[in-house]
């Protein structure tokens, strides 16, 4: 099995619509849409760090792409297409077949088609680089969030962090609570509809990748805002809500790995009708005193100590 060969297996699919050129020349080939701005964006898997190397192929595929999907929900951008740069240990069939079925099931299914790449041998990686489209000056950006607006997530907070801890051993759960949160952990869904129905209305978005302390305190630094989110307001799922009060605090603060959106809108907006079938909760406020307070249920702040992810960081 050569490199090319392994490229038409396994990640070669006819163009779609909207692709020219896509695997096999040196350049894919994509028509913009008149009137709409390129949105861009990169993120790399690698082993060890962003998933164990047990963890089903298939549902890696899945997650390869969808974290990158999620960056384009985020900015309320439609998918157009995305490469691949793939480092191999070795030439593995039953890997690639799940893998490649995984990434282009969900390639398929967000009309985002793979049209290019890079395949070499190596340690374990995954980068993912995502095109999307947004009408120019339409792009939800960080920046935006203004004094009184509300503040709303979409689904559950902390369900892939849960899994994490069950996987190095600091919690127990039964089989199916467990499936429940590894298939939040392996297998996130993109809210790609949302931040598309979010276009014009959001002030600010931003997906939830390394904890919602962080990521939200990245929407508030760039607006120049500060916010207030009330804990018991944070939507958990029936499994972490029966976790100790700690535990649920640091899956719902700094869990990460959630890719669901967190978003601003003016006060009294119908979030809910928008959101469709997409479930989401209003979890606080904008305020102008910068820096981000958790309050509990009597409005007094939580001394949580806690931060979100940052591989730099001890
Ligand atoms: P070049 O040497 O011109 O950079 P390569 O030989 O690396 O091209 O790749 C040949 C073709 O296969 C190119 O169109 C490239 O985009 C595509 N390709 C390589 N690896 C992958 C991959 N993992 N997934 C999808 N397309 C890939
Ligand atoms: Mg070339």
Redesign the pocket.
């Known amino acids: 099995m050569g490199?090319?060969e392994l490229?038409r297996r396994f990640?070669?699919r006819p163009a779609g619509a909207g692709v020219d050129v896509g695997?096999?020349?040196?350049c894919?080939v994509l028509a913009p849409t008149r009137g709409s701005r390129w949105l861009v964006s990169s993120d790399m898997l690698v082993e060890g760090r962003h998933f164990l190397s047990t963890v089903d192929p298939q549902r890696l595929g899945h997650k390869a792409l969808a974290v990158n999907l999620s960056d384009l929900a985020a900015c309320g951008a439609t998918p157009r297409g995305f490469?691949?740069?793939?480092a191999l240990p070795r030439y593995d069939e039953a890997w690639l077949a799940g893998f490649s079925r995984g990434l282009l099931a969900l390639a398929e299914q967000s009309e985002c088609p793979?049209?290019?790449?890079?395949?070499t041998q190596g340690p374990l990686n995954l980068c993912v680089t995502v095109f999307g489209e947004a009408p120019n000056g339409q792009a939800l950006l960080r920046s935006g969030a203004r004094l009184g607006d509300e503040i709303w997530v979409s689904g559950w907070l902390g369900d892939a962090r849960l899994a994490l801890e069950m996987f190095r051993g600091r919690v127990t759960l039964g089989g199916t609570d467990f499936d429940a949160v590894r298939l939040a952990l392996e297998c996130p869904t993109p809210r790609l509809e949302l931040g598309r129905a979010l276009r014009g209305v959001a002030t600010a978005a931003i997906d939830i990748s390394d904890g919602l302390l962080g990521d939200l305190g990245h929407v508030l630094r760039a607006s120049r805002v500060g916010a207030r989110v009330r804990l018991d307001d944070l939507p958990r799922s029936p499994v972490l809500a029966q976790q100790t009060q700690l535990l649920q605090r640091e899956c719902l603060l700094a869990g990460g790995d959630d890719y669901e959106l967190v978003f601003t809108v003016p006060p009294g907006t119908d979030v809910a009708a928008l959101a469709g079938a997409t479930p989401v909760t209003r979890i606080g406020v904008i305020e102008s005193e910068p820096g981000l307070r958790v309050v509990d249920a009597a409005g007094e702040p939580v001394a949580h100590g806690l931060r979100s992810f940052d591989h730099f960081m001890p």
């Open positions: 490199e090319f490229i990640f070669q695997v096999g020349d040196d894919a490469t691949l740069a793939l793979l049209v290019g790449g890079d395949t």
